[in-house]
């Protein structure tokens, strides 16, 4: 079988889960190709992504269209599905990801979609692709739904790939992997992977608790690679490609002191080079950031989400004290490890006072970066579903929207458009407490004088 992944992307970065099933469909003897498409800003897309995709559909000739689809991408899915089945009818379109596996029925009932895949999707692909390779499609493949006529056949969620080490290394033959590190300067070439798959924490913003409840085998939900297994597979990144740094794309990596030791002394060992991760900031132990250190590690992203404690543990489900967040910070500092915080403006019944409380937060943590978000709220999650119950998401702003790094999508019962904006804007502005912030500013100022005066 031919299958032509395509990808609706914030940036033309690769693409990990898509590789990951590149991978395990070569393996199974199908062709993938990828094509990226870039976040136009809006959901309005230029007549060039569609003479660029006829170019790939007329070269590569797939039997299958998939997607990975997130909530913000799913005009864009709509829109260009609805452009390959008037043209090409006898492609067939399957939707996977983390929407089709949030809001199915949306999904599904979309005019050009043929097939979604809800949760993990090697297992089932391999074996829709199979069978359909025969001539016979089976329809009871577990996380399938097929569309047959005015049926819609839903099959339910089958187990979690447990042996994560039984998979092959994504894919990065997809695209032109060593262009994609040379966009990055000499130096801060960074080449991304994941050691884990899961978390086990019920945050109500993100869609991971509701991942979790969906398979059989809820308990194994969060899985680790061997160290072994992550060393072999950058080992074989480090003879293939240039590249300065790693970046380990997990939720968490702390979460196992006992991995997360025989992964530092690997790590340090056969790779040395320097990595940045994210952890909870509960584990940012003396322990586990001694490891960290050791190992290579320059930076830690860590989430403060909301700077009011009470909001934070009763709305949000982020068991953690400010006083926890921030001494993981000084932690952190104290071991030389930079820190990049995440925070969310924005969030349904935030008010003003919450927005200074948050501000306040990263203020006293220092940290060296600052990644502030204005919140979205996704379907199936409990603060999205809180949202769409009370009528505060802006369906007509939501549909123009690709991206919420800009703007809120709700009609917020409190808080203004200009005030969710300004919010996001101050916390960024916090980072000037870091150090790192004017060695930075001012090797940049250097760097500009010297190349003025050069012209």
Sequence with gaps: MKILFIYPAI?????????ALSAYLKEKGHEVKLVIFEDQGSTDIPPKIFDRLNQNIL??????????????SFP????????????????????????PTLAPEEVINSPAVDIICRGEGERPLAGLFASTQTGKE????????????????????GPLIEDLDSLPFPDRDLLNYQEQLDFE?????????????????QCTYCCNNYFKLIYPNKERYLRFRSPENVIRELKQLKNKYHFEKVGFHDDNLTLNIEWLK??????????????????????????????????????????????????RTEMMKRQMSNKTIIDAFRRSREKKIQTWSFTMVGLPLENRRMLLRTLLLNWRCQPDFVMASIFYPLKGTELGDLCYKNNWVNIDKKAKISSYAWESILNHPVLSPLEIRLAKYLNSLTAIRSNFFWKTLKERLIQLIKYRRRI
């Design 59 to 72: 070269a590569f000739k797939p039997d299958f269209v998939a997607f990975s689809c997130y909530e913000m």
């Design 11 to 19: 940036s033309s970065s690769y693409p990990l889960q898509i590789g």
């Design 76 to 99: 864009i899915v709509e829109a260009v599905s609805r452009f390959i089945k008037i043209n090409y009818p006898q492609i067939i379109i399957l939707v996977g990801g983390y929407y």
């Design 262 to 311: 025989s992964f530092s002394i690997l790590y340090k060992k056969e790779v040395d080079l320097p990595f940045y991760c994210a952890a909870r900031v509960e584990s940012c132990s003396e322990e586990v950031l001694y490891q960290l250190k050791q190992a290579g590690c320059y930076l830690l992203l860590l989430g403060i989400e909301s700077g009011d404690e009470n909001y």
């Design 185 to 201: 300067t000499v130096g801060e070439r960074t080449v991304n992977v994941m050691a884990t798959r899961g978390c086990p924490f």
């Design 138 to 157: 089976e329809t009871k493949i577990k996380n399938l739904w097929f569309k047959k006529g005015n049926q819609i056949i839903k099959n339910p969620i």
